[in-house]
């Protein structure tokens, strides 16, 4: 079945630095890649995927970047604000079932 | 956007009693749904895929017995806590993904469980 590691699990940066969060995944044939966001006691929430047909996709501050070949893809963030502090998920599908794993998480942090 | 429901979002409850989460489609039709747990400061742990018409698919380690699901509808899935016990308190989430090739999952807002 699918793996997905994540790291770092904690990552602190100043008000207006970039922040990068990497995962890497072991089921080659994995072909869609998504991000969350999740706030204290919400939901998930979708900030950007990435497809396998694609290296990179980038939506305003926020930038995927996949590399197939390593099986490994990361999130990056520009110019961040205090309300990008929350926990992010990696997660990428079972290629041989219909569910998506998800990665241990990775609690940003924003310092004023 | 696909929307997903949750209901109750809260419970307390006895230990030793049953509790239902409702999880509904509101605008499209989930032939599949998703049930996570998530404990405090932890990913979210896939439980089981509810199948509409057919028995839930559980992961490993999930005890079928006390997690009861039931998707008897395109639009709603239900997940039974039995004889719930204060090990049980977590975060469940559902989830369900549009038909076709993967996409989006919409996340239900989270059920809150306090065993007590």
């Known amino acids: 079945g699918e793996n997905v590691e994540q790291h770092p699990s904690t990552l602190s940066v100043q008000e207006g630095d970039s922040a990068v969060i990497k995962c890497t995944y072991s089921d080659s044939a994995s072909n869609y890649f998504p991000w969350y966001k999740q706030e204290l006691g919400k939901r998930p929430q979708l900030i950007i995927d990435i497809r396998s047909n694609v290296g990179e996709k980038k939506d305003q501050r926020i930038a995927v970047t996949l590399n197939k070949t390593a099986k490994h893809f990361s999130l990056h963030i520009t110019e961040t604000q205090p309300e990008d502090s929350a926990v992010y998920f990696c997660?990428?599908?079972?290629?041989?079932?219909?569910?998506?794993?998800f990665g241990s998480g990775t609690r940003l942090s924003i310092r004023p | 956007g696909a929307v997903v429901s949750q209901h109750p979002s809260w419970v307390i409850c006895k230990s030793g009693t049953s509790v239902k989460i409702e999880c509904r489609s509101l605008d499209f039709q989930a032939t599949t749904m998703f049930w996570y747990r998530q404990f405090p400061k932890q990913s979210l742990m896939l439980m089981a895929t509810?199948?509409?018409?057919?028995?839930?698919?559980?992961e490993q380690g999930v005890e079928k017995d006390k997690f009861l699901i039931n998707h008897a509808s395109l639009t709603l899935s239900t997940l039974t806590v039995t004889s719930a016990h204060p090990e049980d308190s977590s975060f469940y989430i559902c989830s369900a993904n549009l038909a076709g090739e993967w996409n989006e999952q919409f996340f239900g807002p989270g059920t809150r469980l306090t065993v007590l």
């Open positions: 997660a990428a599908p079972e290629s041989s079932a219909s569910k998506i794993i």
């Open positions: 509810s199948n509409e018409g057919s028995k839930a698919t559980y």
